[in-house]
């Protein structure tokens, strides 16, 4: 197996297990609305930039129909960079409330991005596998 096949399947897992921990739709508290998750196959576009359809990894919209309520996108230590934040991440942001996850001890980076890019983002979060106790996410 490949170093980036690896980082991709670790990037599947992490956004499989954030869309479940922080956006369990539909569910009690949420009823009408829905989680979308466009990792590994993209399934539901937020709009288009430069002929490009934009695929936030995680989409949540509000049922009947399909109102777009919050968009996320789950970052790996060699995806902080000023070209996801340009491509990615802007783009997105301009759609509606989009939140930026990063692995823990990356938010210097991501802020500086952000900044340096002016991208309206909702809230950086970090995330981190730990052994025993599986996906920890917080608040940066």
């Known amino acids: 197996m490949t170093a980036k096949y690896l980082s991709e399947l670790r990037h599947q897992g992490a956004v ?12 009690p508290e949420g009823l009408d ?19 490009k359809d934009l695929y936030p990894d995680i989409v ?3 049922r009947p129909g399909q109102w777009l309520q919050v968009m996320a996108d789950i970052e790996m230590p060699d995806t902080v960079t000023d070209e996801t934040a340009v491509n990615e991440w802007l783009p997105k942001s301009t759609v509606g409330e ?3 996850y990063v692995p ?9 991005l952000i900044k340096k890019h002016n991208i309206p983002v909702k809230g950086i979060r970090t995330w981190r596998f730990r052994p025993v106790w599986g996906l920890d996410v917080a608040e940066a």
């Not at 297990?17 to 569910?27: L, M, W």
């Not at 001890?105 to 802020?111: S, Y």
């Open 33 to 51: 609305f829905d989680t979308i998750v466009n990792v590994p196959k993209p399934k539901m576009a937020v709009g288009a930039e430069g002929g």
């Open 16 to 27: 499989a297990e954030i869309a479940k921990v922080k956006f369990p739709y539909p569910g």
């Open 60 to 62: 949540v919209v509000r």
């Open 104 to 112: 823990a001890g990356m938010v210097p980076e991501a802020k500086k």
């Open 98 to 100: 989009f939140y930026v």
